[in-house]
């Protein structure tokens, strides 16, 4: 008798289940998507996956992978890693190897190291398609939009057709945007174009002081080309300001420009292809640089990061009954379900939700661990590490001290911090912009909430290797460790991690937390 029932709950199921083309339709091919999409389909789900791009002005499009893939983390690692090569040749000189002292004194080859990353990521895209053939997804090159709750729409060869799915996830992701109100603005590219340019962009002006805009100027700085950030306001708005304010001035002590206080109004063509840039102040208190600053200047390149802009408009989602923060345009969920019990969101789409790939990936996984295995297990959106591969890389894990300050109130926190030296290139003497021997050149700060036995709420590094040295720390913080924990670690000598195990100097002492050697 058990088994019948159960044979006719099955059937009933399966019947249910077959109301629909699809137990999961994804729309959006990047980290988060696939990520969804492949669990869904070992979970025995019939899965459908949508993804298109559409061609930026200047034409540059991609394959299937997403933002991370094609224009993001991959090939910005790739091309800091270049830069990263050519700063060390001094250190190659200094430890024997028969190189010019200055990397400037070699050629450096865009169109070399542009078709070394672009085969990558090709490769990447050719590799996310077999996983999916392998999964025994059905991978539909085409816009996605809805007609109602459960049906979707597409052209394909002209024709159109439509499918039905179960479940639908929303993944698709964000795109720069450049602000309306500058002129000329179509002559402007964006980080959907820099990293698919197959020549030099040139003399090159980075407008924006986000980390996007960052990551750029320091690996064309270091590839050798004249680049100039634009800044508004501040560096990194949102991060530790300690950690920002010495990341700034690093990337200023190696030669770095900055047009602090400015804001592009006007771009325009010249007869030599260069583009004219006009800036107008953005600050009331002007002061002389500033009034320099906004002073109209001629660039090869003129490069927009100043935000980014939810890819959820064109798709019908108010057909669904989806409904958008008025304001960002992202969807507001709990727990990647949006107002629409059967339609669920990951990724930059996400109102509230950090913007980075691991993050979409872990979302994308275990949502469909629950809607397929009836599992249990929520993303955990808090304390989420993150790295800023600038010149001098900056990770981090947890609160800025600004944050801890509102959540746990000052009087309640011990913070504690350290500058110090890489072995690696302090004893080669690496110099600065000024030919003077650069010297504490990473930055340590741990924040201890003092109530609950100096717990540690937030982790912040600045020095090589950024991302591999808070890994670690990041589980650290996750398991709930105090400062106690961390000073009985012992450390890995010599290495830059093992100092935050010997982190003495809290910043209430008011002692110097400069080193005099490493």
Same mark, same amino acid.
């Given at each position: ?9 099955d059937k009933?199921k399966?019947?249910?289940?077959s ?5 999961l339709?994804v729309i959006g091919?990047?980290s988060?998507?696939?990520s ?10 019939k899965?459908a996956?949508?993804?298109y /791009?559409?061609?930026t002005?200047?034409g540059t ?6 933002t991370?893939v094609?224009?993001?983390? &991959?090939?910005?690692k790739m ?7 050519g700063?060390?040749?001094?250190d190659a ?9 200055h990397?400037k004194?070699?050629?450096?080859s ?7 990353v672009?085969n ?7 590799g ?6 392998e999964?025994g997804i059905?991978y539909i090159k085409a816009?996605a939009?809805?007609?109602?709750a ?6 394909k060869?002209?024709k159109?057709?439509?499918i039905?799915g ?5 993944a698709m992701?964000?795109r ?6 500058v002129e000329?603005r ?8 820099i990293?698919?340019q197959?020549?030099s962009p040139?003399k090159?002006l980075? /407008?924006g ?12 700085h ?5 680049v100039?950030v634009c800044?508004?306001s501040?560096l990194?708005?949102?991060?530790d300001r300690?950690?920002v304010?010495?990341?700034?001035d690093y990337?200023?002590? &190696?030669?770095?420009k900055?047009?602090m206080?400015?804001s592009p109004?006007k ?8 583009i ?7 600050s009331?208190? /002007?002061?002389?640089e500033e009034?320099?600053?906004a002073?109209a200047?001629?660039y090869?390149?003129v490069m ?6 939810p890819?959820?408009?064109n798709l019908?989602?108010?057909k ?10 992202? &969807?507001?969920c709990?727990?990647e379900q949006t107002?629409v ?9 996400v109102y509230?939700?950090?913007e980075l790939?691991?993050v979409?990936?872990?979302a994308g996984?275990?949502l469909?661990?629950?809607l397929f295995?009836?599992?249990?297990n ?5 304390f989420v590490?993150?790295t800023?591969?600038t ?7 947890g609160y800025?001290?600004?944050e801890?300050?509102d /959540?746990?109130d000052?009087?309640?926190?011990e913070?504690y911090?350290?500058?110090?030296n890489?072995?690696?290139t ?9 030919g003077?021997?650069?010297n504490?050149?990473?930055y340590f700060?741990?924040?201890?909430d003092k109530?609950?036995k ?5 982790f ?10 808070m ?18 670690v012992?450390g ?8 935050f195990?010997?982190?003495?100097v809290?910043k209430?002492?008011g002692?110097?937390?400069?080193a005099?050697?490493?």
């Amino acid at each position: 008798m058990a088994d019948k029932d159960k044979m006719d709950v099955d059937k009933d199921k399966e019947e249910k289940s077959s109301e629909y083309d699809y137990d999961l339709i994804v729309i959006g091919g990047g980290s988060g998507g696939i990520s969804c999409a492949k669990e869904a389909s070992l979970l025995g789900a019939k899965v459908a996956l949508f993804d298109y /791009v559409n061609p930026t002005v200047h034409g540059t499009k991609w394959g299937l992978g997403g933002t991370c893939v094609n224009v993001g983390c &991959i090939p910005k690692k790739m091309m800091h890693y270049s830069s990263l090569l050519g700063e060390s040749m001094h250190d190659a000189h200094m430890l024997g190897w028969d190189v010019p002292e200055h990397h400037k004194e070699l050629k450096f080859s865009w169109e070399k190291m542009s078709e070394t990353v672009t085969n990558y990521v090709k490769s990447l895209n050719w590799g996310y398609k077999v996983q999916l053939n392998e999964h025994g997804i059905t991978y539909i090159k085409a816009f996605a939009k809805f007609v109602d709750a459960h049906t979707i729409e597409y052209e394909k060869r002209k024709k159109t057709e439509q499918i039905t799915g179960k479940y639908i996830v929303l993944a698709m992701g964000g795109r720069p945007k450049i602000p309306s109100s500058v002129e000329g603005r179509e002559l402007a590219i964006t980080s959907d174009d820099i990293f698919w340019q197959s020549t030099s962009p040139g003399k090159t002006l980075c /407008v924006g002081a986000s980390y996007i805009s960052l990551e750029t100027a320091g690996f064309l700085h270091g590839m050798g080309l004249d680049v100039t950030v634009c800044v508004r306001s501040i560096l990194l708005r949102g991060f530790d300001r300690d950690a920002v304010d010495f990341v700034g001035d690093y990337m200023k002590e &190696i030669g770095m420009k900055f047009k602090m206080g400015a804001s592009p109004t006007k771009l325009e063509k010249l007869e030599d292809g260069k583009i004219r840039v006009t800036f107008k102040s953005t600050s009331d208190d /002007v002061s002389e640089e500033e009034k320099g600053n906004a002073k109209a200047e001629i660039y090869d390149t003129v490069m927009f990061a100043t935000g980014r802009a939810p890819e959820t408009k064109n798709l019908g989602l108010d057909k669904a009954g989806v409904t958008l923060d008025e304001d960002s345009g992202k &969807i507001r969920c709990s727990k990647e379900q949006t107002n629409v019990a059967h339609i669920f969101a990951v990724g930059d789409i996400v109102y509230g939700a950090p913007e980075l790939t691991p993050v979409a990936i872990q979302a994308g996984k275990l949502l469909a661990k629950r809607l397929f295995k009836s599992a249990t297990n929520w993303m955990d959106y808090h304390f989420v590490p993150t790295t800023v591969f600038t010149p001098c890389e900056y990770s981090c894990c947890g609160y800025s001290e600004e944050e801890a300050a509102d /959540v746990y109130d000052e009087e309640n926190l011990e913070v504690y911090h350290m500058k110090n030296n890489p072995l690696e290139t302090y004893s080669v003497k690496r110099k600065n912009k000024d030919g003077k021997e650069m010297n504490n050149t990473i930055y340590f700060k741990v924040i201890c909430d003092k109530k609950q036995k100096n717990k540690i709420v937030g982790f912040h590094y600045c020095g090589p290797n950024a991302g591999e040295v808070m890994q670690g720390f990041a589980l650290a913080l996750k398991v709930g460790c105090t400062k106690d924990d961390l000073d009985n670690v012992v450390g890995i000598h010599p290495t830059c991690a093992e100092w935050f195990t010997t982190l003495k100097v809290t910043k209430s002492s008011g002692e110097s937390a400069e080193a005099t050697a490493c």
